[in-house]
């Protein structure tokens, strides 16, 4: 079953996220022995690439980049250049600091996504919804600063 067909795939989707994040913590703290935090974050980039573009590939998901719209290709590199620098400040932490304290503040990215989605793109979670989006942040700081 093609679960990014269901009303539920993209939660299967988030929580393979989550996994893999999780794991990204734990790799790339046991990676950062002995390397500078800025050259581990350019290899981590270098594979990220080479494994996506092999995917694509394989997936017959190529498309010409240039036939994208301008508004696109300004979105999709201020995404990339957000994400560089979440990645070079992320192992930056990560070097000096323990994995189950730097992800936990790394997390805080939720509640500011939330704030972000309701400012800029008219969002509006529910009640219930808010209520869990604040138990995490304060879950968060709860973890972070033991």
Known sequence: ??????????????????????????????GLAGVNSDMATLIRTVVIFVVLAAFVNATGKWMNPWALTPKTWLFLVLSGLATGASWVCYFRALKIGEASKVAPVDKLSLLLVVLFAVAFLGERPAPREWLGIAMVGIGVLVLAFK
């Open 1 to 30: 079953m093609d679960t990014s067909a269901t009303a539920t795939g993209w939660f299967v989707w988030a929580l393979l996220s989550a996994v893999f994040a999780a794991l990204t913590a734990i790799f790339a703290k046991l």
